[in-house]
């Protein structure tokens, strides 16, 4: 992406997006029971709540009444359906994980095996978007943790950090490629969520040999324990990484989610917030739910002087239903410099369709 003099004027930016995490997988509905939700009708309502107060994209995580992750895609069609029923426009994206929460006491976190994640691309009614992890990663939640953040939780007990810092991610080249054909195929978007530039590398591989012909609407996820962590060398070299057609969401956890957010508003990205990122305010003094953190970057935003997108324009911002027919055109929309031609010399290039002369 480039900053040119101007760049950081709002009226030379993309509307802000906001997306809200607000059902925190990796929490017990006793870490925060007032904006945990677990009946269905709650988990739905917080969906409208966070919409009301200005997200447009919410990630989707589902609760079983005990209060556990959900792993039934039942329960993601039932939560699918009545979100969809009650704020239409909203942009609904489905963490691919389905749910990482430990199955029981005891048990350590962990994804679901490739074939029950493929599933997600059968969901009833459709998505708009379905997250996606790029090559197989240590996912170790709580490592950039302090015992402050997890202070009085379920995470900061010693089963707790031990069931979230062995976590891995599956997502191997053969999963990652069936994957996105399936998504596209059944008119779902791919939402890219990347740990580093080397796994933008190998998103951008696959778009060049044509096995991966969608937008790069993506989310740097900053957390560290894999993943890059949250400082302003990592995300300069990342922004820079990407192509001018990308579409960038900055992702972080506690403390960091703020400050990062706030740099996400200048410079023209777009943002995450909700319980499943941060549950603090800034001194600590109290938990802060989901409504209140979106309501927060709304202020924020506005004394920025950058308009907060609606629902219609959230859409055309991440190009929800567009996907592109061969490698040329994806590298074309998506910013890139074109695939080298037969006996092409030299690496300076121009992204684009050819032109009659």
């Known amino acids: 992406m480039n900053f040119m003099d101007g760049s950081l004027f709002p009226e030379n930016q993309q509307k802000l997006v906001i997306t809200c995490a607000p059902y925190g997988p990796e929490w017990e509905p006793a870490d925060f029971p007032q904006d945990i939700p677990v009946t269905m009708e709650d988990q739905i309502q917080k969906a409208v709540d966070c919409y009301n ?40 994206q489905v963490g691919g994980s389905i ?114 012909n969608v937008p790069l609407i993506l989310t740097w996820v900053a957390i560290g324990g894999g993943f890059d962590a949250p400082n302003i060398y990592n995300l300069a070299n990342f922004v820079r990484a990407c192509p001018d057609g990308s579409v960038l969401t900055l992702e972080t956890s506690m403390l960091n989610v703020l400050p990062l957010n706030m740099m996400a508003i200048a410079m ?57 027919k061969n490698a040329d055109e994806t590298l074309a929309e998506n910013g890139f410099a074109p695939n080298r031609k037969p006996g092409h010399k030299g690496a300076t290039q121009h992204a684009g369709h050819a032109v009659a002369g």
């Open 53 to 92: 107060a200005g997200a447009t994209v919410i990630h989707i995580h589902v609760r079983e009444l005990d209060g556990k992750g959900s792993k039934r895609l039942s329960k993601f069609n039932e939560l699918i359906a009545g979100i969809r029923a009650r704020v239409p426009d909203m942009i609904l």
């Open 99 to 212: 749910s990482f929460a430990p199955e029981a006491d005891g048990d350590v976190a962990k994804w679901l095996s490739d074939d029950t994640r493929h599933m997600l691309a059968e969901l009833t009614p459709k998505p708009d978007q379905v997250t996606i992890a790029i090559n197989s990663n240590q996912m170790n939640v709580v490592e950039q943790m302090c015992a402050a953040d997890v202070a009085g939780t379920s995470l900061g007990t010693a089963a707790g950090m031990a069931a979230y810092s062995e976590m891995t991610i599956p997502a191997g080249p053969a999963w990652v490629e069936e994957h996105i054909k399936r998504l596209s195929n059944n008119g779902i978007q791919t939402h890219f969520q990347l740990a580093n530039i080397t796994q933008l590398e190998t998103v951008e591989r696959n778009m060049r040999r044509g096995a991966c």
């Open 268 to 324: 023209g990205l777009h943002v995450r917030c909700g319980i499943e990122d941060n549950i603090w305010t800034q001194d600590r003094s109290r938990k802060m739910s989901t409504v209140e953190q979106i309501e927060q970057l709304v202020r924020i935003a506005k004394e920025f002087g950058r308009p907060v997108a609606t629902a219609k324009e959230a859409r055309e911002i991440y190009k929800i239903g567009t996907f592109y």
